[in-house]
């Protein structure tokens, strides 16, 4: 499978998932890791993948949205945004009440 289907698999079968440096437990970098924890904050379930640990989509990965930092954040198979938008969602009462809808929406099918 390519790169390209290979993400667009991992975001089409996640309601949530995060492309960072690290892990939410270990991240590598400042930015994957604010943005890990204010996901945590919203007390919901979500796919991480380390873009340090495959090469491939570290390179390609910008190029599927058009977006060109990590970490990137998905939520019902598009982009919300990196870091900053992130945050300030979370600092305005927006991103709870979103990703909260996209898991319950996940686990009734």
């Known amino acids: 499978m390519d790169v390209m289907d290979r993400i667009k698999e991992t975001v089409e079968s996640h ?34 993948v380390n873009v340090l640990a495959d090469p491939e989509i570290f390179e390609n990965l910008p190029r599927f949205a058009n977006w060109p930092t990590f970490p990137q954040v998905y939520v019902n198979g598009e982009l919300i945004g990196g870091h900053d938008i992130t945050v300030e969602m979370f600092q305005k009462g927006e991103l709870k009440p979103l990703l909260q809808e996209a898991a319950k929406k996940a686990a009734n099918g």
Request: proline letters at 9%; charged letters at 10%.
């Open 15 to 48: 309601p949530i998932v995060i492309f960072m440096k690290g892990t939410p437990q270990m991240p590598m970098c400042g930015y994957s890791s604010r943005t890990a924890q204010v996901l945590q904050a919203c007390d919901v379930d979500f796919a991480h």
